[in-house]
């Protein structure tokens, strides 16, 4: 079983900076996949940006250039360094891994941590 616990929401100004990380833990033989997803209140999940093992990136349109997502694979952990914020990035951001563990293939999810932006 693989848990993904995330830290690091908060209340932010707009204009200002957030960072999140996310570590993975259990009986993992690698992870493909880091990477961060949002809900907006009242909308549904989207793509952040996810990175590969290798470290290629994607980012969604709407934060590029402000948010860089980096990984440590040697901690098993995720980071999205969030810059220039605005209220449009209030959501709860969610952490996603997959990868293999010791029963096979995974993709989980961890339990989110809210980010609001406002003054």
């Known amino acids: 079983q693989v848990q993904l616990v995330e830290s690091g929401g908060g209340l932010v100004q707009p204009g200002g900076s957030l960072g999140l990380s996310c570590a993975a833990s259990?009986?993992?033989?690698?992870?493909?996949?880091m990477g961060w997803y949002r809900q907006p209140p009242g909308l549904q999940r989207e793509l952040v940006a996810t990175?590969?093992?290798?470290?290629?990136?994607e980012y969604a349109d709407s934060v590029k250039g402000r948010f860089t997502v980096s990984r440590d694979n040697a901690k098993k952990t995720v980071y999205l360094q969030m810059n220039s914020l605005k209220p449009e990035d209030t959501a709860v951001y969610y952490c996603?891994?997959?990868?293999?563990?010791?029963?096979?293939?995974?993709?989980?999810w961890g339990s989110g941590t809210l980010v609001t932006v406002s003054s």
């Open positions: 990175i590969q093992f290798v470290g290629s990136t």
């Open positions: 996603y891994a997959n990868g293999l563990t010791s029963r096979g293939y995974f993709a989980d």
């Open positions: 259990g009986n993992i033989f690698s992870i493909n996949t």
